[in-house]
């Protein structure tokens, strides 16, 4: 400060944060496309398990358990 009170200077830093800003974008990209991936499969997932072939499946998986637990 000056005689009169007021600032004549200040210190401060600067720093490029572009490179950061870019990287954090690519993820964020990457992120959506990964989202997008995984509600793919679920549905995938869910198609599968709803037809009658797996439910046949499942329900021999299940009576195969039970036989041999007695």
């Known amino acids: 400060m000056d005689t009169d009170g007021k ?4 210190e401060g830093l600067v720093q ?3 490179e950061c800003k870019q990287r ?3 993820m964020q990209q990457q992120i959506e496309e990964l ?6 499969k679920k549905q995938q997932v869910a198609e ?3 037809t009658e072939y797996f439910q ?3 329900c021999e ?3 195969l358990r039970q036989r041999r637990h007695c």
Not at 7 to 10: D, G, K, N, Q, V
Not at 35 to 40: A, G, P, Q, S, Y
């Open 7 to 10: 600032i004549s200077y200040y």
């Open 56 to 58: 046949q499946l499942r």
């Open 48 to 50: 599968i398990t709803e």
């Open 24 to 26: 954090e974008q690519v």
């Open 61 to 63: 998986a299940n009576y």
């Open 35 to 40: 989202k997008v991936d995984i509600d793919h």
């Open 16 to 18: 490029d944060i572009t």
